[in-house]
């Protein structure tokens, strides 16, 4: 059965740093695009970054360009998200997924898989 793990969570400080991952297991997902999304308390899940199968096309949310990073490694099955000058704005539940197409996507539908999710908090 297919199945997302998301790890790397934790709590920062305004300004740091951190690095999410997510690995996949019970299928392989090199032939998926992949995405990160979040949900901060008392609002919707909201798309943060994507990347299309062979890693050459990424997209992001406005309010994170700049600051994040999407990257994967097909040889381990495994996608990550690069978080830089963290903000209290940023706190949220990260959310790996990924879409049975090959290009990116930014919407929730398209995903077909979803991980459990880790929290990421910034204090101010």
């Known amino acids: 059965q297919a199945q997302l793990v998301e790890s790397g969570g934790g709590l920062v400080q305004a300004g740091g740093s951190l690095r999410l991952s997510c690995a996949a297991s019970?299928?392989?997902?090199?032939?998926?695009?992949m995405g990160w999304f979040r949900q901060a308390p008392g609002k919707e899940r909201e798309f943060v970054a994507t990347?299309?199968?062979?890693?050459?096309?990424?997209r992001y949310t406005d309010s994170v360009k700049g600051r994040f990073t999407i990257s994967r490694d097909n040889a381990k099955n495994a996608v990550y998200l690069q978080m830089n000058s963290l903000n209290f704005e940023d706190t949220a539940v990260y959310y790996c997924?990924?879409?049975?197409?090959?290009?990116?996507?930014?919407?929730?539908?398209?995903?077909?898989?979803w991980g459990q999710g880790t929290q990421v908090t910034v204090s101010s």
């Open positions: 997924a990924a879409a049975k197409l090959s290009w990116t996507t930014s919407r929730r539908h398209d995903y077909d898989y």
């Open positions: 019970g299928r392989t997902f090199s032939n998926y695009a």
């Open positions: 990347i299309n199968s062979n890693g050459g096309l990424t």
